[in-house]
């Protein structure tokens, strides 16, 4: 495709909505939930965070691509949104530091995607109507067709996505500290690795599915962690809660972080549901209940631990969202754990939360001095 596309591209949603674009990316067809994104920056981290697998990311932010792109800046190997719709295109980008242009980027990861979508009219209405699905398409121009497309599109609710961009094999990445830290792969973005590994963890990485209790018992780490991931917590939870049980039988320090959170919620018998609409973005309020203070977070998640389902002989809530009052952050009561819905390595992001990371460190040290 040349840069500058007047190819036309619609996008068709299940409730029958359907707006007229220009095509961007790859030319094609694609669909999954339609989520949006509030971030003003960091486009290239939120299309590669595997979390985003099987969604539709729309930008409230009206200008993308303007400034190209950089290798560094991804969260994983390859981009994990199933497709783009923006407001504005920037088919040429001005940074010094990119390597790339976000066109040629969208068509290499074969990103089917839409430019000249009035993006605020279609956020307002997923917010009153709900998170809902859609299909983008620039080489099938029916409405109709489309939007019974987006209608019969799987439902997110049910769906188990983590073991389709997890590793393989499990791998080791060293730092020249002395923890060990053993984290779990339901999607893992690069930053959360990095954060681990400037405080002095060595990270052995294992896929989402397997047995691996023989290797952990072997490799005795000083701490377990739980990733974020893709898709509805209960479909992971059928086969992931074997290994967070095992973490808990151990008696080790547990971090979870989005999915990661939910699943050691789940392993407590607490439920999650699905919400009306999910958070996305790097500007929301969250209270810390310990200290009282207000930190301004970056999230994203569609599901949330049900409040209602809450045994308090099991958890205390650490952190609230202040915008809609759903839980943001768990202590564990019957083993060493804490957890967050949101992302404290934020990326993009404010930095405010990163001290969850520390609050671990500190669990770790404090068991390894007990077992000296
Ligand atoms: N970032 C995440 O780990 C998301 C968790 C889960 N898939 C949700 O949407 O709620």
Redesign the pocket.
């Known amino acids: 495709m040349s840069l500058y596309s007047r190819d036309k591209a619609i996008i068709a949603l299940s409730d029958g909505t359907v707006e007229h674009g220009y095509a961007i990316g790859k030319k094609g067809t694609t669909g999954g939930e339609l989520c949006f994104n509030t971030s003003m920056v960091g486009y290239q981290e939120i299309f590669t965070?595997p979390?985003y697998y099987g969604q539709l990311m729309m930008m409230t932010y009206p200008h993308i691509g303007n400034y190209g792109t950089m290798s560094r800046d991804d969260e994983a190997r390859r981009v994990m949104i199933a497709g783009l719709i923006v407001r504005s295109f920037s088919w040429e980008h001005s940074n010094s530091q990119a390597d790339g242009n976000l066109q040629q980027y969208l068509e290499r990861n074969e990103v089917v995607g839409i430019t000249g979508i009035d993006t605020r009219k279609l956020v307002r209405h997923i917010r009153s109507k709900g998170v809902m699905n859609a299909v983008i398409s620039s080489d099938e121009l029916d409405e109709e067709r489309l939007v019974q497309k987006a209608r019969d599109w799987d439902d997110m609710v049910g769906l188990e996505l983590a073991t389709e961009v997890t590793r393989d094999e499990p791998q080791t990445v060293h730092s020249d500290g002395p923890f060990k830290v053993a984290a779990f792969d339901?999607?893992i973005k690069q930053s959360i690795i990095d954060n681990f590994v400037k405080r002095g963890c060595t990270l052995r990485i294992f896929p989402a599915k397997g047995d691996f209790r023989e290797e952990l018992e072997q490799w005795n780490p000083d701490g377990f962690f739980f990733?974020?991931?893709?898709?509805?917590?209960d479909a992971t939870a059928k086969y992931a809660l074997d290994i967070v049980d095992y973490a808990k039988e151990t008696g080790k320090p547990i971090f979870g972080?989005?999915?990661?959170h939910?699943l050691m919620a789940l392993s407590e018998g607490i439920s999650t549901k699905k919400m009306f609409v999910?958070h996305r973005g790097a500007n929301h309020p969250v209270k810390n209940l310990d200290t009282g203070l207000v930190e301004i977070t970056t999230q994203?998640?569609?599901?949330?631990v049900d409040e209602e389902a809450l045994d308090e002989s099991r958890v205390d809530i650490t952190h609230k969202n202040l915008n809609d009052g759903t839980i943001e952050g768990l202590r564990f009561k019957n083993f060493p754990g804490i957890s967050v819905q949101y992302?404290p390595e934020a990326s993009p992001g404010p930095h405010d939360s990163r001290y969850l990371f520390n609050q671990f460190m500190d669990m770790i040290k404090e068991g390894k001095k007990e077992m000296a």
């Open positions: 965070d979390s339901y999607g990733s974020n991931g893709p898709g509805d917590p972080i989005c999915l990661g939910q999910g994203n998640h569609g599901f949330a992302h």
